[in-house]
Structures are given as C-alpha cells and as structure tokens.
T-cell receptor, first 115, second 115 residues
Framework: GAGVSQSPSNKVTEKGKDVELRCDPISGHTALYWYRQRLGQGLEFLIYFQGNSAPDKSGLPSDRFSAERTGESVSTLTIQRTQQEDSAVYLC?????????????FGPGTRLTVT | AQSVTQLGSHVSVSEGALVLLRCNYSSSVPPYLFWYVQYPNQGLQLLLKYTTGATLVKGINGFEAEFKKSETSFHLTKPSAHMSDAAEYFCAVSESGAAGNKLTFGGGTRVLVKP
C-alpha cells in the first residue's frame, strides 16, 4: 500500500510569511508524529497525535508552530511568521498504535527554506 | 530526559570492510532502541530495533546491533560494507512505558563507502 506522503516536497518562503505543510499518513495508522531535521543534525520531535486524544505538543519550539489532525487522517503543520531558523526538513511519521513499540513509518519530508 | 550520542558524524569505509557505527544513550527507564537509515532525498527507514529479550538484534540488509546495558550502548555493525550502504544512519531511543513512543534521535552518522 501507499506510504506516508508529504506535500509540498520543497517550499521556499520569505521571512515573516506563514506556511502550511501537509502529511498524509498510512491508512489505518492511529498515531502521527512531526519531526524537524535541521541541516547536519538529528531529528527533533515536534508534536504527536494519537486518535482523538489531545495531542502532545511538548516539542513545538514556539507558539508560532501549530498542528492539526482530523481524526486519523491528514495532518497539517503551520508555521506563522516564519524565521530563518525555521529552515529545515520537516518529517512526518505514522504508526499503528502507541501501546506497543510500533514502527514509525516516515514520509520523504518537506524541505522548508526561509529567505 | 533521554538523549543519544553518535560518535563520528562521518565514517568512511572500504567496500567489503567492517562497518561500525557507535551509539550511546541515556535514559532514566529501560530504553527501546532503534537504528534508522536515510538514503538521499528519502525518508527514514527502520533498520532494526531492540525492545526486550535478546540483546543482539538482527536487522535488514545484513546489519545487526547489540544492546549493552552496562555500557549504555547500541552500536550498529555490518561485517562487509556494500556500495549501497552509503547513507546516513540515525540511532534513536524511546522510553518504555512512556506515552506516544516519541523518539529522541542522535545527530546521525554519514557513511561513505569507497570502492
């Protein structure tokens, strides 16, 4: 079946503009994660959704970052008033369940460049 | 809080030689440990994981890793490197029992395979 998809694959925006990144998880996956990968660094956890539970937002770096997910489907990550330090690859992952250690399946990422 | 350290951001090996990527972690509870591989312009792919039980874990593409609690290590090895192993490798940890299986990643090790 189809894997995790993300759009756009690349986004260039001017400092101060808002951007919206989209993630389509694998069908049936109840858990969804957003991570950020800055150049030359590992991935940083941003936010996690599990079904209809309240999301875990503990990794969001500032209040300019927000994310939504409707049910167990698409998620959008929004960055308001973008700054140059927001430039990174934003990766989305989904998994079957949270109770056991389920494998997280990653999308190809959205490369965001803030000029 | 958990953390992961990968020793060496770049590793160069000859084709046919041993691949050894080092990973040390810190965790306040028994950890779950993972190795992911990222090929250029692709998302992360799970190589192997340790949760409980046997400490020597075998993964895909001939890779294996050994969990050593006394050394807080989870080093990744492959006896004979292949050109297709050129990629970036990430070690990650999540805390057993914690909600959400959030992954904490190391900084990554880029592997170059010389013919």
């Amino acid at each position: 079946g189809a894997g995790v998809s993300q759009s756009p694959s690349n986004k260039v925006t001017e400092k101060g503009k808002d951007v919206e990144l989209r993630c389509d998880p694998i069908s049936g996956h109840t858990a969804l994660y957003w991570y950020r990968q800055r150049l030359g660094q590992g991935l940083e956890f941003l936010i996690y959704f599990q079904g209809n539970s309240a999301p875990d937002k503990s990794g969001l770096p500032s209040d300019r970052f927000s994310a939504e997910r409707t049910g167990e489907s698409v998620s959008t990550l929004t960055i308001q008033r973008t700054q140059q330090e927001d430039s990174a690859v934003y990766l989305c992952a989904s998994s079957l369940a949270m109770g056991l250690v389920s494998e997280q399946y990653f999308g190809p990422g959205t490369r965001l460049t803030v000029t | 809080a958990q953390s992961v350290t990968q020793l060496g951001s770049h590793v160069s090996v000859s084709e046919g030689a041993l691949v050894l990527l080092r990973c040390n972690y810190s965790s306040s509870v028994p950890p779950y440990l993972f190795w992911y591989v990222q090929y250029p312009n692709q998302g992360l792919q799970l190589l192997l994981k340790y949760t409980t039980g046997a400490t020597l874990v075998k993964g895909i593409n001939g890779f294996e890793a050994e969990f050593k609690k006394s050394e807080t290590s989870f080093h990744l090895t492959k006896p004979s490197a292949h050109m297709s192993d050129a990629a970036e490798y990430f070690c990650a940890v999540s805390e057993s029992g914690a909600a959400g299986n959030k992954l904490t990643f190391g900084g990554g090790t880029r592997v170059l395979v010389k013919p």
